[in-house]
């Protein structure tokens, strides 16, 4: 396991020089929607999920779990940043038992090309860092093709492990360690 089990959760709202990542509220519900049902969001995770499906299907306060961090921009929600337990079933391993987190983002368009993805992961890795000092690395999957995950992944730290097919299309699967990164 990750290690987030044995966390107190919710932790303290963290705040970076623009944002303040922390956990989700009722009124984030609304920005959830918007995220899952976008098309430009939904290009590279399997297409965009219908609206309505989404309306009966998104609890009243969305992603209340360990792990799950909304990233405010101004009391406003502009995206979620994830660390979950890879799927053992899933291509793309470092470890053995395959229990590796994995870091998992996405941030409505509008807040494209601003650096807050950048900002945002950055602070979760170093809080993850800080909180699970015994947890030796993070794993990002993303497909070849999404450009600006690929850059962000390189500008984190992430290094490149393996390339593999999943969902119909080129995988690149990178580890990133706090012992190596500069945070």
């Known amino acids: 396991m990750t290690g987030l089990e044995h966390v107190a959760w919710p932790p303290a709202a963290m705040r970076t020089e623009r944002l303040v990542l922390r956990e989700s509220e009722a009124r984030d519900r609304a920005a959830f929607i918007e995220l899952f049902a976008s098309p430009e969001v939904g290009t590279y995770i399997g297409g965009p999920r219908p609206r309505d499906e989404l309306e009966r299907a998104v609890p009243e306060v969305p992603g209340r779990r360990p792990g799950f961090f909304v990233i405010d921009l101004d009391g406003a ?58 947890e030796p690395v993070v ?31 080129e995988q690149w699967f990178g580890v990133w360690s706090p012992v190596t990164s500069s945070g």
């Open 77 to 134: 929600m502009i995206g979620m940043i994830t660390l979950d337990r890879r799927d053992p079933e899933r291509p793309g391993h470092v470890r053995p038992d395959a229990g590796e987190t994995e870091l998992g983002y996405m941030f409505l368009p509008q807040a494209w090309g601003r650096g807050y993805a950048a900002e945002a992961c950055a602070a979760v890795l170093e809080w993850f860092a800080g909180t699970l000092p015994g």
């Open 139 to 169: 794993v990002l999957c993303t497909q070849n093709a999404n450009d600006r995950a690929m850059r962000l992944a390189a500008k984190l730290g992430f290094t490149e492990v393996e390339r593999f097919q999943e969902y119909g299309a």
